[in-house]
């Protein structure tokens, strides 16, 4: 490929490796540092002893001194290698915890959830990040960021998914080098009157100040919420169906402020400050306006993660467009890539981040190739296939990852944004204006009503669109070798489609044969393996027996048990879901599986794996005397306190005792 001859391409991919590795095997910050330092003493040698740097020798510590930099970038990320981490003293024991507020996450029915800063354990200074989750209480006021509050809870880690298939919590923190977490109550902290301010802190003020200006204007409540998401990247009051109908309209990216936001600014920006060229060095002073209104754009919406990515991101492209070079695109794309993993590696695992990098780099690539294969003499019909080949470079960019984390393909999702993205600078540039005039109180009425109208009449589009149900491919399965098949498969079509050769086009044919082989090959696996798993889940009993792409469910309370079995159907390729209630006994080949509920009924078969639900009034003693058990499985529907003891009855009497609250769901085997 081309790109590859490109030095900034090539340094970011080896970056991007040197992350990957230090990501997946943990060292502490000794190893990456002396390897950097030595690859960097070895290529300041060979630059000034061997001038010419395109030779091979050069151009080989120079990328592997790139590897180490990302691995060590990582590696100084990682919070368990900094000498103060808070873990690294003695959490289980009762401290005074001095907490600073960072990020306001979305709240549930029952909690308000935050990711904070542990600046201090009794008084002693610390660092790390955790994450906060406080009941609801009507009486108390949300906390904001840069709030600072003390606790005595303790800390506790962070669990990994019980179920099988469940959504990896505890892997997602990980990625943002969060561990562990606590739990508050009203009365379990103190909010601390005076805190230290930051810039995100500032910004995050801003924004709630034009949030609260906002609702006191006429806006209607649903659409107020699509406002604030697109206009400040404030999601967290967007009703869960207007979401849904967002996500199977194909139009998600309009509701996450992010690149195609800062995108459309950046156009706005270029065409108002057009004149601006004409003045002496008009090209750079234009430049240092589009920047700075950039980021005053990001500040004014919070500085989240997201805004901050993708302002960086185009601040590069705004200096592409100043350079004026086509073939600088690729470049100041990886540029912008390498500058924000330099800084924040942690970035790569996000999906946010995947998202936006694949569909930019998709559009920069494919909208091109896309004009050269067809390109209409009339102007109308010419606007809108440039939209269309918009629309659809991208869509190929993230449509490997929209399978692998989403599991579902809107099919109309170009009606979407044939509809929409033509009028998103409108919209936008509205927005900005019905924000301007709300901090100074000076929004008219008029304004209001007509902005109210855009956005309700875009919901209304896209709830059109979402509802055509056989347009929505939901639940497919999609585990990450398909992934890396499918960019393969994306990237042999476009070349086969834009270089006509001959063997480009068996490049193709074989890789949609290796997509096809291992896609059957998985299903025929998923076909023929039977398993019987004991599920955990509060207050509920609940066992499965998956029987090649049938699913039993055994359960009194079935409903407990949609969730759970969610992803567990879409990873097993579960085409028939069956549900009974619980019985007594169970044969499994040639074991027996009894369950004991709250009436204590002992089973009249011994040598059986035995199932306690409902915390059973029993003497585990006698029980154990009497039957002769191979094992013990209490589930999620019995009390702590009883589990506790039970536990220790069994470690006593070295018989093996599963817990599914802390061990996970059961696998027979």
Known sequence: MQLLKFVPIKLTLFLV??????????TSITIPFILTGITLTLSAFLLLKVKPTNSPIFGFSAVLLTFFIGYLSISLTN???????YAKSNTTLQKELLLKI???????????????????????????????TIAKDTTSPLLKIDDELISFNLITPITPPLNP?????????????????LYLKKEDYITLEKPTHTLYGLASSWRNTILTKLKKENFDPENLSVIQALLLGQRNDISEETYDNYKDAGAIHILALSGLHIGVLLLILQFLLQPIE???????????????????????????????????????????????????????????????????????????FQMSYSAVFAIIWIYPKLQRFWYPKNKVIRYFWQLLSVSIAAQLGVLPISLFYFHQFPGLFFIANLLIIPFLGIILGIGIVVLILSLT???????????????????????????????????????????????????????????????????????IIVFQSYTFMSRYTASIRHEVIVLHQSRATGIIEKSGTTLYLLSNDTSKFEYSLKSYQIAE????????????????????????DSFGIYPPSKNSTILL????????????????PVALIADGSNYKSTIALWKATCLKRKLPFHYTGEKGAYYFK
Do not use: C
């Open 79 to 85: 919070p368990k290698n900094k000498p103060n981490y």
């Open 573 to 596: 390729r579960i085409a028939v879901l069956t549900t009974d209630s619980l019985a007594n006994s169970y044969r499994l080949d040639l074991k027996r599986i009894s369950v004991i």
């Open 441 to 511: 109180n000076l929004l008219p009425s008029f304004i209001t009503d007509g902005y109210n109208y855009i956005i309700s009449t875009m919901n209304t589009i896209v709830k059109w669109i979402a509802s055509q149900d056989m347009f929505v491919f939901k639940n497919i399965s999609f585990d990450t070798l398909q992934l890396l098949l499918l960019y393969t498969l994306i990237f042999l079509m476009i070349t086969a489609f834009s270089k006509q050769k001959f063997k480009n086009a068996i490049h193709f044919l074989i890789g």
């Open 278 to 352: 004409r003045l002496p060095h008009g090209k750079k002073i234009k430049l240092g306006i589009l920047i700075f209104l950039l980021w005053g754009f990001a500040f004014l919406a919070g500085l989240s993660a997201s805004i901050v990515r993708a302002v960086t991101m185009f601040s590069f492209l705004a200096y592409a467009m100043y350079l004026n070079r086509p073939t600088n695109s690729f470049n100041i794309l990886a540029l912008s890539l390498f500058f924000i993993l330099l800084v924040k590696p942690t970035y790569l695992f996000q999906v946010g």
């Open 17 to 26: 490796a040197g992350i990957l590795f230090g990501a997946f095997f943990e």
């Open 613 to 628: 639900t409902q915390s059973p009034k029993i003497n585990l003693n006698r029980l154990i005397d009497s039957l002769q």
């Open 165 to 181: 298939h469940q959504f990896n919590y505890k892997k997602y923190l990980k990625g943002l080098g969060v561990y562990n977490q």
């Open 102 to 132: 960072t990020e306001v996450l979305k709240s549930n029915a029952f909690s308000d959830r935050y990711y904070a800063d542990v600046l201090a354990i009794d008084k002693r200074k610390t660092s790390g990040k955790i994450v906060i």
